[in-house]
């Protein structure tokens, strides 16, 4: 099983930033990839950023320039830093992760509980 624990959320004035972690925990598997996605009341969620195994990232076209994913692997954690935010980003963030599990090819992805980003103007 894959555990995922999203922190880093807050209230921050536009044009500010934060930095927003999810710390992955797994017994028996592997993670392929770690992505970010955003939901706000009454809207879909919709995918932020992703970072693959081999370290490639993909950004929502609307954010790249802003927003950047990095991770960390010897803490298996990924990091979303968002910069020049703006209200329209106030959203709960989501972590996902593709995992596999070790030693075989069946793969399932994981949720977090999600960290809310609320940015004033």
């Known amino acids: 099983q894959v555990q995922l624990v999203e922190s880093g959320g807050g209230l921050v004035q536009a044009g500010g930033s934060l930095k927003l972690s999810c710390a992955a925990s797994a017994s028996g598997f592997s993670i392929d990839a770690m992505c970010w996605y955003r939901q706000a009341p009454g809207n879909q969620r919709e995918l932020v950023a992703v970072?693959?195994?081999?370290?490639?990232?993909t950004y929502a076209d609307s954010l790249k320039g802003r927003f950047t994913i990095s991770r960390d692997t010897a803490k298996n954690t990924v990091y979303l830093q968002m910069n020049s935010l703006k209200p329209e980003d106030t959203a709960v963030y989501y972590c996902?992760?593709?995992?596999?599990?070790?030693?075989?090819?069946?793969?399932?992805?994981?949720w977090g509980q999600g960290t809310q980003v609320t940015v004033s103007s």
């Open positions: 996902n992760a593709a995992a596999r599990v070790r030693g075989t090819s069946f793969k399932t992805n994981y």
């Open positions: 970072i693959s195994s081999g370290g490639s990232t």
